[in-house]
């Protein structure tokens, strides 16, 4: 993977572009997720309804800019989306990082986070890649 | 002094000279690592083609020339720090073990409630983690000392921190984050008129200057054979003999006794007490090679390098806009160590996308959070040279990172 690859457009926008961090004046639920060992460091905040949908959804923290832009696509997914979805989502991510889903119509339904498909390939940043999807996946089994 | 021809030197180290990403290895990473030069692999391998066997036990052959090999190695470290006896020269795994081994063995049982052990911001998890086990068993207390503006140590901080009650004063003598070193010295000077003894972490700086421990008066020293050229594996304690016969061993087993009964053991004299179990032969003679190879190119020669390598990044690292530099600015007591920010790119960015163009440096928190904290900066970018390294290399180095904001998507 040559950086070319990395640093795609997609990526450097959702890294840059902030549009989905700030904080939710009425999330009801914040999950911490970070990598000590680089340094990146994110707080995914939830609005999620009684009837178990994700209306809203942000984040703030700091980070690469693959740790920030995996987080800013997956929130941009996520939204509106049941909570059970979400979870289906983070783990078809998770399968794809792992090259257990390669088929490239099954991974469609990740959106832009399909940039993402051969980070393995650069296994010093498959961590700030995966980041917010375990996060996203540890806030859901505590009840989000 | 002996002339330095560094592209000489280069070709000593296998693995300096290769292809990364197709592109020419800069290794500027030294404060994690050296590499190893054939002098000190060839040394390992001779000693497993034609010794290789258990040191201290049994009486053929060889078995007492390992036990040879290994002691005149004890010896060559001895004289290399300059400690009055090899008696005081313990071989751990690095230097975290040798900071355990302290304090486990001298923390438990001369840390009482309420005492003080005194450490600097900028120290290493492994000075910091293993004291707050033991002021946590102890009901002690763990005091920081806190840096300037300019990354340098303030005396008289030195002198309000260090109390009656402090009873123990560890610091590194030179920082892996900042390259700042200490006034070792002197603040073990005014620690031991307050009654502490001194433990110097040498991590950083034996590789890269003298250190003369009688000159110090350090009560104990610690440092890491793999940052020195050595194998990794292998380490050393230094510590005053009178305080080591004090001591109670730390890791028990085979080669620390002297009678084992069913019940009760008797120890070992040092340094065989605080060395249980089977040594590392291969480490403690890969340790003397690199010893050897060191002396061969002096300190002067090596500090010297370093000196004009590090001058001469930070004057290009000032020449790069949005750079922000961790650590003193200037050459005045400042090792080869240099840390940095790139506005608004994660360092974990820095690095891969240097990377690409060969050059290995270091990112993250460098085992230092608590220093991280104190310098508000989440993780920073570390380059650090070895007396191996080349101004060409900087020039890459810097060639690359003044690419790094555009890849990130920064019009400059
Ligand atoms: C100042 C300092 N102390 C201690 C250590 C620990 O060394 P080791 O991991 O070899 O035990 C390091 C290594 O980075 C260091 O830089
Ligand atoms: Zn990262």
């Known amino acids: ?144 | 002094m002996v002339s330095f021809n560094v592209e000489k030197i280069r070709e000593d180290f296998p693995t300096l000279n290769q292809q990364v990403n197709g592109k020419t290895l800069v290794y500027l990473d030294n404060a994690a690592t050296t590499h190893k030069p054939k002098y000190v692999l060839n040394a390992i391998k001779d000693y497993y083609e034609k010794y290789n066997a258990n040191p201290n036990r049994g009486a053929h052959y060889l078995g007492v020339s390992a036990t040879e090999f290994y002691e005149s190695s004890r010896e060559k470290v001895r004289q290399f720090i300059n400690a009055k006896s090899a008696r005081e020269i313990i071989f751990t795994r690095n230097a975290t073990e040798a900071l355990n081994l302290i304090a486990y063995s001298y923390g438990l049982k001369y840390i009482e409630e309420g005492d003080e052990i005194v450490v600097l911001i900028s120290e290493h998890h492994s000075n910091i983690v293993p004291w707050q086990k033991i002021v946590q068993i102890k009901n002690a207390k763990l005091k920081y000392i806190y840096l300037n503006e300019d990354y340098r140590l303030d005396m008289e901080e030195v002198r309000r921190k260090i109390t009656d009650r402090t009873k123990i004063v560890s610091l590194a003598q030179m920082s892996n984050v900042l390259g700042t070193v200490y006034p070792v010295k002197e603040i073990a000077e005014y620690a031991h008129s307050k009654g502490a003894i001194v433990i110097v972490d040498g991590a950083q700086s034996v590789p890269h200057m003298k250190v003369d421990v009688l000159d110090l008066d350090a009560d104990f020293l610690v440092f890491s054979g793999h940052k020195m050229l050595a194998p990794m594996g292998i380490g050393v304690l230094y510590g005053k003999e009178e305080l080591l016969e004090k001591m109670p061993p730390f890791l028990m087993g085979g080669d620390m006794i002297e009678y084992v009964e069913e019940q009760t053991t008797t120890f070992a004299e040092l340094p065989r007490k605080f060395e249980a179990g089977t040594p590392n032969v291969e480490g403690a003679v890969g340790l003397r090679a690199a010893i050897e190879y060191i002396e061969k190119i002096g300190f002067e020669n090596i500090q010297k390098q370093e000196e004009n390598l590090t001058a001469y990044a930070l004057e290009r690292l000032k020449e790069i806009p949005y750079v922000k530099i961790y650590g003193p600015l200037d050459m005045k007591d400042r090792g080869a160590v240099i840390s940095f920010g790139l506005e608004g790119c994660h360092p974990h960015d820095v690095s891969t996308i240097v990377d690409s163009y060969g050059v290995a440096l270091r990112a993250g928190h460098h085992c230092a959070q608590p220093l991280m904290k104190y310098l508000k900066a989440p993780a920073t970018s570390r380059i650090s040279f070895y007396f191996y390294n080349t101004k060409e290399e900087i020039d890459i180095f810097i060639d690359s990172l003044s690419k790094v904001r555009k890849w990130l998507g920064y019009g400059s």
């Not at chain 1, 950086?3 to 549009?19: A, D, P, V």
């Not at chain 1, 939710?24 to 990598?35: F, I, P, S, V, Y």
């Not at chain 1, 399968?95 to 390939?121: H, Q, R, Y």
């Not at chain 1, 890649?129 to 806030?139: C, G, I, N, Q, R």
Request: glycine residues 6%; hydrophobic residues 35%; proline residues 1%.
């Open chain 1, 1 to 144: 993977m040559d950086l070319n690859e990395l640093y795609t457009e997609l990526i450097l926008e959702h890294s840059q572009s902030g549009h989905n961090k700030r904080h939710l004046k009425d999330a009801n639920c914040t999950e911490r997720g970070h990598n000590p060992s680089c340094g990146d460091d994110i707080t995914l905040e939830l609005v999620c309804s009684e009837d178990g949908t994700i209306k809203d959804a942000s984040f703030t923290g700091i980070g690469c800019a693959i740790s920030q832009a995996s987080t800013s696509m997956m929130i941009d997914l996520i939204k509106g989306k049941s909570k059970e979805e979400a979870e289906t989502l983070a783990d078809i991510f998770l399968s794809m990082i792992k090259k257990e889903i390669t088929d490239d119509e099954e991974l469609e339904v990740l959106e832009d986070a399909i940039v993402f498909k051969n980070i393995s390939n650069m296994p010093a940043r498959v961590k700030c890649a995966v980041l917010s999807w375990h996060t996203l996946k540890e806030a859901i089994k505590k009840g989000a």
